[in-house]
């Protein structure tokens, strides 16, 4: 019988992972350790938050530099661009009007109804007069309209043969 035993048994040694109780040395071990990760986990943390704002920055200036090309590619296809002109405001207080125009081209690009602040009599003293006669106005009115401009001043439209630049208000 004792020929049979080791054929109805059989031991084999292997290794599995299973729970260990820690000594109190290797908890204070593993303590550690997890302070060098909380370490490591900062580290790696602030790295990353640094490496979004340098993302951040470039990605504003790649879309300056986007909306300065899609600026210049609208100037060059209408071949004209939106500057500074001096212009003359001509305060016509029979018709109680105020007549914009270019002082380069000389073009009038606005007539509008006076508020009633510019009406006010006080108001007169303290505005330039303007250098045209009753006749200049009423021809430079009739030019404009005749042009397609209203008299309110919402449609402006300026001969062809004008510089590029327009009028810097509508």
Same mark, same amino acid.
């Given at each position: 019988?004792?020929?049979? =035993?080791?054929?109805?048994?059989?031991?084999?040694?292997?290794?599995?992972?299973?729970?260990?109780?820690?000594?109190?040395?290797?908890?204070?071990? &593993?303590? =550690?350790?997890?302070?060098?990760?909380?370490?490591?986990?900062?580290?790696?943390?602030?790295? =990353?938050?640094? *490496?979004?704002?340098?993302? &951040?920055?470039?990605?504003?200036?790649?879309?300056?530099?986007?909306?300065?090309?899609?600026?210049?590619? /609208?100037?060059?296809?209408?071949?004209?661009? /939106?500057?500074?002109?001096?212009?003359?405001?001509?305060?016509?207080?029979?018709?109680?009007?105020?007549?914009?125009?270019?002082?380069?081209?000389? *073009?009038?690009?606005?007539?509008?109804?006076?508020?009633?602040?510019?009406?006010?009599?006080?108001?007169?003293?303290?505005? &330039?007069?303007?250098?045209?006669?009753?006749?200049?106005?009423?021809?430079?009115? !009739?030019?404009?309209?005749?042009?397609?401009?209203?008299?309110?001043?919402?449609? !402006?439209?300026?001969?062809?043969?004008?510089?590029?630049?327009?009028? /810097?208000?509508?």
């Amino acid at each position: 019988m004792g020929d049979l =035993l080791p054929m109805i048994l059989k031991e084999k040694t292997q290794t599995r992972r299973l729970p260990v109780r820690l000594t109190k040395e290797e908890k204070i071990e &593993k303590c =550690l350790e997890v302070i060098g990760v909380l370490s490591e986990i900062s580290e790696v943390e602030a790295r =990353l938050s640094g *490496a979004k704002d340098l993302v &951040k920055t470039i990605k504003e200036i790649l879309d300056t530099h986007i909306a300065r090309n899609h600026a210049l590619a /609208d100037i060059v296809t209408s071949g004209q661009e /939106d500057r500074p002109v001096d212009c003359d405001e001509i305060f016509d207080y029979m018709t109680s009007r105020v007549i914009t125009r270019r002082c380069d081209t000389g *073009a009038v690009i606005s007539i509008r109804n006076m508020s009633d602040m510019e009406l006010q009599p006080q108001q007169r003293l303290y505005e &330039k007069e303007a250098p045209a006669d009753r006749e200049e106005i009423e021809g430079i009115v !009739i030019d404009f309209l005749s042009r397609g401009g209203t008299a309110d001043g919402k449609e !402006i439209k300026e001969p062809a043969d004008e510089p590029a630049g327009g009028p /810097d208000e509508k």
